[in-house]
């Protein structure tokens, strides 16, 4: 059964750090494995999309690497801004049409 | 396009009651889904279905029931509503388009409803 697990589970940092999310997964057989964002009362927005052939994805100032072998996934952001603020959730696909999400890292970017 | 919309935003039940909660896409999507967030915790799939018509179970479907009639609407239906169903429900929907290859898709969200079971 595909567990999927995200350390740190918060974060607090002053506005201009680089950041490092780190998301593990127990099964290696994905389709693939997305970051979504996700703010306060809101849905889901999806950020990156790593297919399980690829090794990265990167949009702007996000840049997200998958591992496929040692089940593990990092999402990079950049140069981070107070309105990066937010919950970062990963989710693996796996068969049966099925996304498997971790609990997510709730990010406070401050100024 | 709306998108993905559901309604309501926000609802309170006491226990034992009954309600359906509506997800409607103007995407044109063949697959649509139903997730539970609990606080702190990830999305739980509770039902899916590939095409009007056809639904399955996912990891949480008990105390659930959903249909689809249309490509556009899943509503989810709750019969005996228990606290344990206290939760933000999401419905997400997808293409499942021949031209891309298997796992080049993505998922998008409503906004949520919001249920309290008392």
């Given at each position: 059964?595909?567990?999927?697990?995200?350390?740190?589970?918060?974060?607090?940092?002053p506005e201009g750090e680089n950041l490092v999310l780190n998301c593990s997964f127990t099964d290696s057989a994905i389709y693939n494995l997305q970051w979504f964002r996700q703010d306060p009362g809101k849905g889901l927005t999806s950020l990156l999309l790593i297919q399980s052939s690829q090794r990265e994805q990167t949009s702007g100032r996000l840049n997200a690497s998958l591992d496929k072998s040692s089940g593990r996934s990092t999402l990079y952001i950049a140069a981070s801004q107070p309105g990066d603020s937010a919950t970062y959730l990963c989710a693996a696909r796996g068969g049966?049409?099925?996304?498997?999400?971790?609990?997510?890292?709730?990010?406070?970017v401050h100024p | 396009n709306a998108g993905v919309t559901q309604t309501p935003k926000f609802r309170i039940l006491k226990?034992?009651?009954?309600?359906?909660?509506q997800c409607t896409q103007d995407m044109n999507h063949n697959y649509m889904y139903w997730?539970?967030?609990?606080?702190?915790?990830?999305?739980?799939l509770i039902y899916y279905?590939?095409?009007?018509?056809?639904?399955?179970?996912?990891?949480?479907?008990?105390?659930?029931?959903?249909?689809?009639?249309?490509?556009?609407?899943?509503?989810?239906?709750?019969?005996?509503?228990?606290?344990?169903?206290?939760?933000?429900?999401?419905?997400?929907?997808?293409?499942?388009?021949?031209?891309?290859?298997?796992?080049?898709?993505?998922?998008?969200?409503?906004?949520?409803?919001?249920?309290?079971?008392?």
């Amino acid at each position: 059964k595909q567990e999927v697990t995200q350390i740190p589970a918060a974060l607090s940092v002053p506005e201009g750090e680089n950041l490092v999310l780190n998301c593990s997964f127990t099964d290696s057989a994905i389709y693939n494995l997305q970051w979504f964002r996700q703010d306060p009362g809101k849905g889901l927005t999806s950020l990156l999309l790593i297919q399980s052939s690829q090794r990265e994805q990167t949009s702007g100032r996000l840049n997200a690497s998958l591992d496929k072998s040692s089940g593990r996934s990092t999402l990079y952001i950049a140069a981070s801004q107070p309105g990066d603020s937010a919950t970062y959730l990963c989710a693996a696909r796996g068969g049966y049409n099925k996304l498997i999400f971790g609990a997510g890292t709730r990010l406070a970017v401050h100024p | 396009n709306a998108g993905v919309t559901q309604t309501p935003k926000f609802r309170i039940l006491k226990i034992g009651q009954s309600m359906t909660l509506q997800c409607t896409q103007d995407m044109n999507h063949n697959y649509m889904y139903w997730y539970r967030q609990d606080p702190g915790m990830g999305l739980k799939l509770i039902y899916y279905s590939v095409g009007a018509g056809i639904t399955d179970k996912g990891e949480v479907p008990n105390g659930y029931n959903v249909s689809r009639s249309t490509t556009e609407d899943f509503p989810l239906r709750l019969e005996l509503a228990a606290p344990s169903q206290t939760s933000v429900y999401f419905c997400a929907s997808r293409i499942r388009d021949r031209g891309l290859l298997e796992g080049q898709e993505t998922q998008y969200f409503g906004p949520g409803t919001r249920l309290l079971v008392l």
